[in-house]
Nanobody, 125 residues
Framework: QLQASGGGLVQAGGSLRLSCAAS????????VGWFRQAPGEEREFVSA????????SYADSVKGRFTISRDTEKNLVYLQMDSLKIEDTAVYYCAAQLGVAFTKVIADIGGYDYWGQGTQVTVSS
């Protein structure tokens, strides 16, 4: 029900924009988050946005470099990633949770019921 796309290979300092699309009708009222998992590491929080779009949250490691946004008309959530670093290399996943408060952002991996397949982001030197 969730589809993450936009990953690829990019040089350090470059940019990528990930997209999360959903086939569920109520996606525009879902809190959405991005997580990532590097080889041998646990899945970690990257960014989240409320279903209103008015509140966002970022992991300290990406703050100031990544921007999360949503287009309710297109039923998409984006993760704009700028100034990419080698340590950003990971599989990126989007997740969604319905039935939450209008301004709630969810950074907890356990707070999401719906997950998409990941998209690989590889940052080279």
């Amino acid at each position: 029900q969730l589809q993450a796309s936009g990953g690829g290979l990019v040089q350090a300092g470059g940019s990528l924009r990930l997209s999360c699309a959903a086939s569920v009708r109520s996606f525009d009222s879902a809190a959405v988050g991005w997580f990532r998992q590097a080889p041998g590491e646990e899945r970690e929080f990257v960014s989240a946005i409320s279903w209103s779009g008015r509140r966002t949250s970022y992991a300290d490691s990406v703050k100031g470099r990544f921007t999360i946004s949503r287009d309710t008309e297109k039923n998409l959530v984006y993760l704009q990633m700028d100034s990419l670093k080698i340590e950003d290399t990971a599989v990126y996943y989007c997740a969604a949770q319905l039935g939450v408060a209008f301004t709630k952002v969810i950074a907890d991996i356990g707070g999401y019921d719906y997950w998409g397949q990941g998209t690989q982001v590889t940052v080279s030197s």
